[in-house]
């Protein structure tokens, strides 16, 4: 296994464990956020009901895991299958960058100051 991809995997895993943290947010948190753990309700929701999407926080956090976790690979895993090969030392680097963009986009950067 080459080096970008156990990067790639641990950017990925990070992700995964950030998803832990959304509980504890308080306030409205931010844009992209809102996006993950609004976006998890309204599909829950959709499935079954309101009332069961605000009763029931298994499947609410299952579905917000999922939809971070696709949110973050939109951007990594094109990046990462274009340059793995290509710019493996630069590639490293992209990813990298931008696992820690997306983790400050969810809990620092773009504060939603509106509310839902």
């Known amino acids: 296994m080459r080096v970008v991809d156990k990067v790639f995997l641990a950017a990925c895993m990070v992700v995964a464990g950030s998803t832990a943290a959304l509980p504890f947010v308080r306030g409205y948190g931010t844009g992209l956020l809102q996006l993950v ?4 309700w309204a599909i829950i929701a959709k499935l079954s009901s309101g009332t069961f999407a605000d009763q029931h926080h298994g499947p609410l956090w299952v579905v917000a895991f999922l939809l971070n976790m696709l949110c973050f690979c939109l951007v990594a895993v094109p ?7 290509r710019l493996p030392k630069l590639a490293r680097i992209l990813i990298i960058c931008w696992t820690v963009f997306y983790l400050a986009m969810l ?6 100051t509106d509310g839902p």
């Open 37 to 40: 753990v609004l976006g998890a």
């Open 79 to 85: 990046l990462w299958l274009v340059s793995r090969k």
């Open 107 to 112: 809990f620092i950067l773009f504060p939603a």
